[in-house]
Structure formats: structure tokens, C-alpha cells
């Protein structure tokens, strides 16, 4: 699992399974055209219906992952600020593997929300 917030009373610690920001990464990227990885940070929590917060090296191994599979591209780009960073999009093969990931999540989520629903 990956450990994303810090713990305390009032925000336990949320925890996503293995390979699961790689998912919500390549869905931000595709809805919300490139971005740099503060940016993507700062929506990601804005877009939590719990609180969320990402740790920035958690991000950025991901991010390294994706693009060394040659599911995202990064380009240097100047930010609104006029700071040089590194911005990524979703190439065609990560769009591909968004939608196998996708309907992998889908059956995953349904075989655990089978038995939590008692549905037999």
C-alpha cells in the first residue's frame, strides 16, 4: 500500500492500494490536459471527498513510473508563475492502459463490494 497522508485523530491516514495513483493520475491527466506535478498535486486534493493529502515524493515516483512505461510525456514548460517545470500528458498508450486499468478497478471493486453489500 502507499501511505498518502499523515495520521492524527482528526484525518486518519489515507492508504491506496498498489498501482491505485497511477490510475487516478492517468485520469486527471486525460480530463484535465497536462499538467505539472504541483498542480496535479494541489487538484487531487481539491477534487478528494475525504481529506487528501499526497505526499509530493509519492507524486513524483509515480510520475517517473508512467513515463518510463510510456503512459505520460513530460515536456519543460513555463508555469503561470514563469518558472520552467516539467508538465505530462497522457500519450496513446497510456490512454490504453487507462481503460484496461480502468475495467481492471471496476471488477476489483466489484469483488469487494459484493460481500460488503451482502449480496450473494
Known amino acids: 500500500m502507499v501511505s498518502t497522508a499523515m495520521a492524527s485523530e482528526q484525518n486518519p491516514r489515507v492508504e ?4 491505485t495513483l497511477d490510475l487516478i ?3 486527471a491527466l486525460t480530463t484535465m490536459g497536462p499538467q505539472h506535478a ?3 498535486a494541489a487538484r ?4 478528494a471527498d475525504h481529506p487528501f493529502s499526497l505526499n509530493q515524493g509519492t507524486l513524483y515516483a ?3 513510473r508512467l ?3 510510456g503512459w505520460i ?3 519543460w514548460q513555463t508555469t503561470e508563475n514563469n518558472r520552467e517545470a516539467k508538465y505530462y500528458a497522457v500519450t496513446k498508450a497510456g490512454a490504453r492502459a487507462l481503460q484496461k486499468e480502468t475495467e481492471r478497478w471496476r471488477r476489483l471493486a466489484g469483488l469487494v463490494n459484493k460481500p460488503l453489500l451482502g449480496e450473494s
Open 38 to 40: 504541483y498542480g496535479l
Open 25 to 27: 493520475v492517468l485520469r
Open 44 to 47: 487531487l486534493e481539491q477534487m
Open 67 to 69: 513515463e518510463q512505461n
Open 73 to 75: 510525456k513530460g515536456t
Open 62 to 64: 509515480a510520475l517517473v
Open 16 to 19: 491506496l492500494l498498489q498501482g
